[in-house]
C-alpha cells in the first residue's frame, strides 16, 4: 500500500501562487508517474500535470506556462507550483501515484486539498 499526504492548498488571490505537495509513503518502491488532478464543483476530475520517475512531464493546456511540477525521488515528494493563479483554477486538487509490479498497475489517490483563487 501507498499512503499520500497533501498539503499547500488555500485561498489565494488572483494573480497569486501556491506550491503544492504530496509526500508517499508505505510501499514507495516502483513508483513511476506522479501527478496532480483537481475537480471544481459539478465537474469532472481533470489531469492537471504529471511526471514520470524519468522527469517526464505533461500538462493540461489551461496550466501550461503557470503550473510547474516536480519531483524528489529520494523524498518520494511529488510538487506543484502554481503562478499566475486564475478564479478557474479553483478545485480541490488531488495527487495521484501509479505503481507498477509484477503483479499489475494500481493508482494511489491522496484525500486531496482546497485551492481556491479568489479576491
Known amino acids: 500500500q501507498v499512503q499520500l499526504v497533501e498539503s499547500g492548498g488555500g485561498l489565494v488571490q488572483p494573480g497569486g501562487s501556491l506550491r503544492l505537495s504530496c509526500a508517499a509513503s508505505?510501499?514507495?518502491?516502483?513508483?513511476?508517474?506522479m501527478g496532480w488532478y483537481r475537480q471544481a464543483p459539478g465537474k469532472q476530475r481533470e489531469l492537471v500535470a504529471a511526471?514520470?520517475?524519468?522527469?517526464?512531464?505533461n500538462y493540461a493546456d489551461s496550466v501550461k506556462g503557470r503550473f510547474t511540477i516536480s519531483r524528489d525521488n529520494a523524498k518520494n515528494t511529488v510538487y506543484l507550483q502554481m503562478n499566475s493563479l486564475k478564479a478557474e483554477d479553483t478545485a480541490v486538487y488531488y495527487c495521484?501515484?501509479?505503481?507498477?509490479?509484477?503483479?499489475?498497475?494500481?493508482?494511489?489517490w491522496g484525500q486531496g486539498t482546497q485551492v481556491t483563487v479568489s479576491s
Open positions: 508505505g510501499s514507495i518502491f516502483s513508483i513511476n508517474a
Open positions: 495521484k501515484v501509479v505503481r507498477t509490479t509484477i503483479y499489475g498497475t494500481r493508482d494511489y
Open positions: 511526471i514520470t520517475s524519468g522527469g517526464i512531464t
